[in-house]
Antibody, heavy 122, light 112 residues
Framework: QGQLVESGGGVVQPGRSLRLSCAAS????????VHWVRQAPGKGLEWVAV????????FYIDSVKGRFTISRDNSKNMVFLEMNSLRPEDTAVYFC???????????????WGPGTVVAVSS | DIVMTQSPLSLAVTPGEPASISCRSS???????????LAWYLQKPGQSPQLLIY???NRAFGVPDRFSGSGSGTDFSLKIRRVEAEDVGVYYC?????????FGPGTKLDFK
Protein backbone atom coordinates (compact mmCIF):
# COMPACT_ATOMS: atom_id res chain seq x y z
CA GLN A 1 0.00 0.00 0.00
CA GLY A 2 2.84 2.38 0.78
CA GLN A 3 4.15 4.57 3.56
CA LEU A 4 4.68 8.28 4.13
CA VAL A 5 6.63 9.87 6.97
CA GLU A 6 6.80 13.60 7.67
CA SER A 7 9.60 15.45 9.40
CA GLY A 8 10.85 18.98 9.96
CA GLY A 9 8.22 20.31 12.33
CA GLY A 10 9.03 22.36 15.38
CA VAL A 11 8.48 25.57 17.29
CA VAL A 12 9.16 28.76 15.34
CA GLN A 13 8.58 32.46 15.87
CA PRO A 14 6.07 34.38 13.77
CA GLY A 15 7.59 35.58 10.51
CA ARG A 16 10.19 32.83 10.41
CA SER A 17 10.46 29.86 8.06
CA LEU A 18 10.29 26.08 8.28
CA ARG A 19 10.73 23.32 5.74
CA LEU A 20 8.72 20.13 6.07
CA SER A 21 9.73 16.90 4.38
CA CYS A 22 7.67 13.87 3.46
CA ALA A 23 9.49 10.63 2.70
CA ALA A 24 7.71 7.97 0.68
CA SER A 25 8.40 4.25 0.52
CA UNK A 26 6.92 0.97 -0.66
CA UNK A 27 5.15 2.36 -3.70
CA UNK A 28 5.98 3.88 -7.07
CA UNK A 29 6.25 7.44 -5.77
CA UNK A 30 6.87 9.17 -9.09
CA UNK A 31 3.43 8.16 -10.35
CA UNK A 32 1.31 9.83 -7.66
CA UNK A 33 0.29 13.32 -6.61
CA VAL A 34 1.00 14.22 -2.99
CA HIS A 35 -1.02 16.57 -0.82
CA TRP A 36 -0.37 18.43 2.41
CA VAL A 37 -3.27 18.59 4.89
CA ARG A 38 -3.16 20.29 8.28
CA GLN A 39 -5.12 20.12 11.50
CA ALA A 40 -5.01 22.93 14.03
CA PRO A 41 -5.21 21.90 17.70
CA GLY A 42 -8.69 20.56 18.44
CA LYS A 43 -9.94 21.49 14.96
CA GLY A 44 -10.88 19.73 11.74
CA LEU A 45 -8.89 18.93 8.64
CA GLU A 46 -7.79 21.63 6.21
CA TRP A 47 -6.28 20.85 2.82
CA VAL A 48 -3.18 22.98 2.15
CA ALA A 49 -1.50 22.11 -1.14
CA VAL A 50 -0.98 19.47 -3.83
CA UNK A 51 1.66 18.74 -6.44
CA UNK A 52 0.98 16.40 -9.34
CA UNK A 53 3.14 13.34 -9.96
CA UNK A 54 5.30 15.19 -12.47
CA UNK A 55 5.34 18.57 -10.74
CA UNK A 56 3.39 20.16 -13.56
CA UNK A 57 0.32 21.04 -11.52
CA UNK A 58 0.44 22.82 -8.18
CA PHE A 59 -2.46 24.20 -6.15
CA TYR A 60 -2.65 25.94 -2.77
CA ILE A 61 -5.29 27.06 -0.35
CA ASP A 62 -5.62 30.87 -0.57
CA SER A 63 -4.36 31.49 2.97
CA VAL A 64 -0.89 30.11 2.17
CA LYS A 65 -0.43 31.34 -1.40
CA GLY A 66 2.75 33.36 -1.72
CA ARG A 67 4.06 32.03 1.62
CA PHE A 68 4.20 28.25 1.17
CA THR A 69 5.88 26.35 -1.66
CA ILE A 70 5.39 22.67 -2.40
CA SER A 71 8.06 20.76 -4.30
CA ARG A 72 9.16 17.20 -4.89
CA ASP A 73 12.24 15.19 -5.77
CA ASN A 74 11.16 12.00 -7.51
CA SER A 75 14.71 10.66 -7.49
CA LYS A 76 14.63 10.68 -3.69
CA ASN A 77 10.94 9.84 -3.17
CA MET A 78 10.47 13.07 -1.25
CA VAL A 79 7.97 15.93 -1.12
CA PHE A 80 8.66 19.21 0.64
CA LEU A 81 6.65 22.11 1.99
CA GLU A 82 8.63 25.32 2.37
CA MET A 83 6.76 27.57 4.77
CA ASN A 84 7.75 31.25 4.96
CA SER A 85 6.34 34.20 6.87
CA LEU A 86 4.72 31.84 9.35
CA ARG A 87 1.76 33.04 11.37
CA PRO A 88 0.27 31.77 14.64
CA GLU A 89 -2.73 30.51 12.66
CA ASP A 90 -0.39 28.13 10.78
CA THR A 91 0.05 26.17 14.02
CA ALA A 92 -1.12 22.63 13.27
CA VAL A 93 -0.21 19.04 12.70
CA TYR A 94 0.83 18.76 9.06
CA PHE A 95 0.11 15.52 7.21
CA CYS A 96 1.30 14.50 3.78
CA UNK A 97 -1.05 12.20 1.90
CA UNK A 98 -0.98 10.32 -1.39
CA UNK A 99 -3.67 10.78 -3.99
CA UNK A 100 -4.94 7.33 -4.87
CA UNK A 101 -5.14 7.94 -8.61
CA UNK A 102 -2.09 7.05 -10.68
CA UNK A 103 -1.06 10.02 -12.84
CA UNK A 104 -4.10 12.03 -11.74
CA UNK A 105 -5.53 14.11 -8.91
CA UNK A 106 -8.92 12.86 -7.78
CA UNK A 107 -8.94 13.61 -4.10
CA UNK A 108 -8.98 10.18 -2.54
CA UNK A 109 -6.08 10.32 -0.09
CA UNK A 110 -5.34 6.65 0.52
CA UNK A 111 -1.96 6.82 2.28
CA TRP A 112 -1.25 9.25 5.12
CA GLY A 113 1.79 9.96 7.21
CA PRO A 114 1.62 10.20 11.01
CA GLY A 115 2.03 13.99 10.83
CA THR A 116 4.55 16.53 12.10
CA VAL A 117 3.74 19.33 14.54
CA VAL A 118 4.34 22.97 13.65
CA ALA A 119 3.90 25.54 16.41
CA VAL A 120 4.22 29.23 15.57
CA SER A 121 4.65 31.26 18.72
CA SER A 122 6.71 34.09 20.10
CA ASP B 1 -14.69 27.77 -2.75
CA ILE B 2 -17.12 24.91 -2.28
CA VAL B 3 -18.46 24.85 1.28
CA MET B 4 -19.12 21.47 2.87
CA THR B 5 -21.55 20.93 5.71
CA GLN B 6 -22.25 17.81 7.74
CA SER B 7 -25.02 16.67 10.03
CA PRO B 8 -25.19 15.73 12.74
CA LEU B 9 -21.96 17.10 14.19
CA SER B 10 -22.15 14.59 16.99
CA LEU B 11 -23.64 11.13 17.00
CA ALA B 12 -24.02 8.67 19.86
CA VAL B 13 -24.90 5.15 18.82
CA THR B 14 -25.42 1.75 20.40
CA PRO B 15 -22.92 -0.87 19.26
CA GLY B 16 -24.48 -3.08 16.63
CA GLU B 17 -26.97 -0.41 15.59
CA PRO B 18 -26.79 1.43 12.24
CA ALA B 19 -25.52 4.98 11.83
CA SER B 20 -25.84 7.57 9.11
CA ILE B 21 -24.04 10.85 8.44
CA SER B 22 -25.15 13.45 5.93
CA CYS B 23 -22.87 15.71 3.90
CA ARG B 24 -23.98 18.60 1.72
CA SER B 25 -21.95 20.72 -0.71
CA SER B 26 -22.64 24.30 -1.79
CA UNK B 27 -22.18 23.27 -5.44
CA UNK B 28 -22.77 20.07 -7.33
CA UNK B 29 -19.87 17.62 -7.13
CA UNK B 30 -21.02 15.70 -10.19
CA UNK B 31 -18.34 15.82 -12.87
CA UNK B 32 -19.10 15.53 -16.57
CA UNK B 33 -17.47 12.09 -16.42
CA UNK B 34 -20.35 10.88 -14.28
CA UNK B 35 -18.44 10.64 -11.03
CA UNK B 36 -19.14 12.57 -7.86
CA UNK B 37 -15.90 13.99 -6.47
CA LEU B 38 -16.71 13.30 -2.84
CA ALA B 39 -14.69 11.28 -0.36
CA TRP B 40 -15.24 10.17 3.23
CA TYR B 41 -12.51 9.86 5.85
CA LEU B 42 -12.41 8.54 9.40
CA GLN B 43 -9.96 9.89 11.93
CA LYS B 44 -9.76 7.57 14.90
CA PRO B 45 -8.59 9.06 18.21
CA GLY B 46 -4.88 9.83 18.10
CA GLN B 47 -4.48 8.62 14.52
CA SER B 48 -4.09 10.02 11.04
CA PRO B 49 -7.22 10.10 8.88
CA GLN B 50 -7.97 7.07 6.73
CA LEU B 51 -9.85 6.92 3.45
CA LEU B 52 -13.20 5.11 3.62
CA ILE B 53 -15.03 6.08 0.42
CA TYR B 54 -13.90 7.81 -2.78
CA UNK B 55 -15.82 9.10 -5.81
CA UNK B 56 -19.00 9.13 -3.77
CA UNK B 57 -19.61 5.43 -3.37
CA ASN B 58 -16.44 3.40 -3.86
CA ARG B 59 -15.04 1.69 -0.78
CA ALA B 60 -11.30 2.09 -0.36
CA PHE B 61 -9.01 -0.91 -0.12
CA GLY B 62 -9.50 -2.83 3.10
CA VAL B 63 -12.60 -0.94 4.25
CA PRO B 64 -15.27 -3.29 5.67
CA ASP B 65 -18.45 -3.62 3.65
CA ARG B 66 -20.54 -2.35 6.56
CA PHE B 67 -19.52 1.11 5.30
CA SER B 68 -21.34 2.49 2.27
CA GLY B 69 -21.44 5.86 0.55
CA SER B 70 -24.29 7.19 -1.56
CA GLY B 71 -25.69 10.35 -3.05
CA SER B 72 -25.11 12.62 -6.01
CA GLY B 73 -24.86 16.29 -6.84
CA THR B 74 -24.96 18.15 -3.55
CA ASP B 75 -26.35 15.58 -1.10
CA PHE B 76 -24.41 12.60 0.17
CA SER B 77 -24.51 10.17 3.02
CA LEU B 78 -22.27 7.67 4.74
CA LYS B 79 -23.97 4.68 6.30
CA ILE B 80 -22.57 2.16 8.74
CA ARG B 81 -24.70 -0.97 8.72
CA ARG B 82 -23.77 -2.09 12.26
CA VAL B 83 -21.42 0.12 14.27
CA GLU B 84 -18.48 -1.62 15.92
CA ALA B 85 -16.12 -0.42 18.64
CA GLU B 86 -13.36 0.38 16.13
CA ASP B 87 -15.63 2.83 14.25
CA VAL B 88 -15.41 5.49 16.96
CA GLY B 89 -13.84 8.73 15.77
CA VAL B 90 -14.50 11.77 13.61
CA TYR B 91 -15.88 11.36 10.10
CA TYR B 92 -15.13 13.96 7.43
CA CYS B 93 -16.46 14.40 3.94
CA UNK B 94 -14.29 16.20 1.41
CA UNK B 95 -14.92 17.55 -2.07
CA UNK B 96 -12.28 17.25 -4.77
CA UNK B 97 -14.16 18.66 -7.77
CA UNK B 98 -12.32 21.95 -7.36
CA UNK B 99 -8.61 21.70 -6.74
CA UNK B 100 -8.95 23.84 -3.63
CA UNK B 101 -10.21 20.80 -1.80
CA UNK B 102 -12.47 21.43 1.17
CA PHE B 103 -13.48 19.27 4.11
CA GLY B 104 -16.67 19.26 6.08
CA PRO B 105 -16.50 20.19 9.79
CA GLY B 106 -16.54 16.57 10.89
CA THR B 107 -19.02 14.33 12.69
CA LYS B 108 -17.91 12.82 15.98
CA LEU B 109 -19.24 9.31 16.46
CA ASP B 110 -19.20 7.81 19.91
CA PHE B 111 -21.07 5.15 21.85
CA LYS B 112 -24.03 5.75 24.11
Amino acid sequence: QGQLVESGGGVVQPGRSLRLSCAASEFSFSGYAVHWVRQAPGKGLEWVAVMSYDGKYIFYIDSVKGRFTISRDNSKNMVFLEMNSLRPEDTAVYFCARDRDYHDISGGFDVWGPGTVVAVSS
Amino acid sequence: DIVMTQSPLSLAVTPGEPASISCRSSQSLLHSNGYNFLAWYLQKPGQSPQLLIYLGSNRAFGVPDRFSGSGSGTDFSLKIRRVEAEDVGVYYCMQSLQTRFTFGPGTKLDFK
